[in-house]
């Protein structure tokens, strides 16, 4: 739960969602979608109505409007949660997807509206049946390439995301390591806790 160069890496892959974004090598259905996405954070972002900090709730409800398009919040808890996800009640289900939405939003949302503007390229797509990954790269103005994959599945006829990796990493295995030890060594009740805590 504060493994600092994790939310590092957190708060970077979700600032890759606000940049400009560089002449696509390949184009595919999921990256179609995901792509005006990303425009309208830029828009957002840049939008002189909303910047500053007596603007900052409504700046973040209006971007929390278009995650809501991208993001599966509850497909990402339930794979977050992992195996303990069947034992918890619909409500206790409920709950927990609120705290893990809230939880991601707080470690990049501050990010995202500091972000300078690196570049974003679309790599490609690599599709398995209902699910695909949209590849992408982001080059640091150090030179360097930083490799962000979302992982996205077929909801009806448009694509949700409910994985990132960066450098290989996975956000959501990340998390489900660290929530299941705490529920081990602990309690669920005790996780819950925890996560109020960080979001209150």
Request: proline share 4%; glycine share 8%.
């Amino acid at each position: 739960m504060r493994d600092r160069h994790f939310v590092r890496r957190v708060a970077v892959m979700l600032a890759l969602a606000v940049v400009p974004v560089a002449p696509a090598a390949f184009a595919g259905p999921a990256t179609d979608q995901i792509k005006p996405q990303i425009d309208r954070v830029v828009a957002t972002i840049e939008n002189p109505a909303l910047k500053g900090d007596g603007k900052a709730a409504e700046r973040r409800q209006a971007l929390r409007g278009i995650t809501d398009g991208v993001f599966d919040w509850s497909e990402m808890a339930k794979r977050a949660l992992g195996r303990h996800w069947a034992g918890r009640t619909p409500a206790e289900q409920q709950e927990f997807v609120a705290l893990f939405r809230e939880l991601l939003e707080r470690a990049y949302v501050g990010k995202i509206e500091r972000y300078a503007g690196e570049p974003i390229t679309y790599m490609g797509e690599v599709a398995d049946g209902e699910v695909t990954t949209v590849r992408t790269k982001i080059t640091t103005r150090q030179s360097q390439d930083v490799p962000i994959d979302y992982r996205m599945f077929r909801d009806g006829d448009r694509w949700r995301v409910y994985d990132v990796l960066i450098e290989g990493i996975s956000l959501v295995n990340n998390y489900r390591t660290q929530f299941d030890g705490i529920i081990k060594t602990s309690s669920y009740e005790e996780l819950v806790k925890r996560l109020k805590a960080r979001t209150s």
